[in-house]
């Protein structure tokens, strides 16, 4: 009897379970961090909110296992995909064909998310994932009925021309009515407002919420896993000079102008490249920073808040999530936006220099003289950031999450019938 009655009672782990709400975010990361780091810091938000969670962050980028989890968060890497410029995609590291690869990458989701059984599925970006490899996904969770469905979108995608086309070509209007309740946009109306620059359908607008962008509260406490170890590396200089290049595979040209410049007395320049600079870009700079003693090169750290924390002011591309780190920290920041295959780090940087917070830099007229005369100006950091743009998004979510979950079910019935998948992310 003894025995019996202890087996009726269940495991802790296993009561927890079941109490807590089960969130799985996917992000493709065909190219570099982007993606990755914006549902990572998704995830933290959720993790420590007041309701008890179990987050699985499926990450297309091996990397993922480097970043620091809260509890009650875990990591499924699904093997890589590379993007090239021309939005051609290939396997980054396995020697299999990209069918076999989508192939497994699809049935590895599958089998998660009908394990899982996730309360909450938040997708980055696709919302059929990287070449339609959610859809299989979708429609087990559609079928349930039980799983609310977000679709999470950076604050700008692409000049609306080209995001209005891609959206009509791939019937991503349709995949949104069909599959998700709420379409979350990283960002501020008041800087861009995708219902009206993108002419989004009734039924889309209806769905969509602004969160403010994702600016992670600043600290004042570094743990070593934070980067404290690299404060001998930046050396003994009064200031230095930040330069950020996302995840390093379109940064080159940035990072090698950056390492030209003539920095002004009594500073150094830093180089954070990412993980994937390409080796002889890599390998140029360290030989460089061999020759100029004011010269650092740093390949990768998972945060660059010390880095941000301690820099005078910063040279960067203009990714969401470095932007998104450079309104927290509030440094003068000059911007050197990527403009191809899109404008979307273009575009984001005009709008932010039009509200007085970032400077701009067109890629085609980057220089050592450009970078040196702005780094040589007196310069003060932005005023009044939280009043311009909306950065709370971080500590928006756990109530816009309810938000949704209060609403999920409306409309369930009404969705279409499976649709065709078309085209590539």
Not at 197 to 207: I, Q
Not at 349 to 362: C, E, S
Not at 391 to 419: S, T, W
Request: glycine share 8%.
């Amino acid at each position: 009897m003894e025995a019996k009655r202890r087996s009726r009672k269940p495991a802790q782990s296993e009561t927890n379970a079941r109490r807590s709400l089960r969130i799985a975010l996917y992000s493709h990361d065909t190219m570099g961090l982007g993606h990755l780091r914006r549902n990572q810091l998704i995830a933290q938000s959720l993790a420590f909110s007041s309701v008890p969670v179990s987050v699985l962050l499926i990450a297309g980028a091996r990397e993922a296992s480097a970043f620091n989890l809260p509890p009650g968060v875990d990591y499924l890497t699904l093997p890589a995909l590379s993007k090239e410029g021309n939005d051609q995609y290939d396997s980054r590291s396995l020697a299999v064909s990209l069918d076999k690869l989508i192939q497994l990458r699809t049935a590895t989701i599958t089998a998660a998310v009908d394990a899982f059984d996730p309360d909450v599925f938040l997708v980055d970006k696709v919302p059929r994932g990287a070449l339609c490899e959610l859809e299989p996904a979708l429609e087990l969770l559609r079928r349930r009925g039980r799983a609310c469905c977000l679709l999470g979108l950076r604050d700008v995608l692409d000049e609306p021309a080209a995001t209005r086309r891609e959206w009509r070509e791939r019937s991503t209007d349709e995949a949104i009515r069909r599959y998700y309740d709420a379409v979350w946009v990283y960002g501020d109306v008041r800087v861009f407002d995708q219902v009206r620059e993108y002419g989004f359908s009734a039924a889309v607008a209806d769905k969509v919420c602004y969160t403010g962008y994702l600016a992670r509260p600043r600290r004042t406490f570094f743990s070593e896993i934070d980067g404290a170890e690299l404060l001998p590396v930046l050396g003994e200089s009064d200031r230095f000079f930040l330069c950020l290049v996302g995840g390093g595979q379109d940064g080159p040209p940035l990072a090698e102008t950056f390492a030209q410049v003539d920095f002004p007395h009594g500073a150094n320049g830093v180089i954070l490249t990412g993980p994937y600079m390409p080796v002889e870009v890599l390998e140029r700079l360290y030989r460089m920073a061999q020759d100029r003693p004011r010269l650092r090169v740093i390949k990768f750290v998972t945060d660059p808040d010390l880095l941000l924390s301690l820099a005078d002011r910063v040279v960067a591309m203009g990714g969401y999530n470095t932007v998104c780190e450079l309104l927290a920290f509030g440094k003068p920041a000059l911007i050197v936006p990527r403009t191809k295959p899109r404008q979307e780090q273009l575009l984001r940087a005009q709008r932010l220099k039009n509200l007085g917070l970032i400077d701009v830099l067109h890629p085609d007229e980057l220089c050592p003289q450009t970078l040196g005369a702005w780094l040589s100006r007196d310069l003060e950091p932005p005023c009044g950031v939280g009043q311009r743009v909306n950065v709370n998004g971080v500590m928006n979510l756990p109530r816009m999450l309810q938000e949704a979950l209060a609403a999920h079910g409306d409309g369930v019935a009404n969705r279409p019938e499976r649709m065709t998948c078309h085209g590539n992310v």
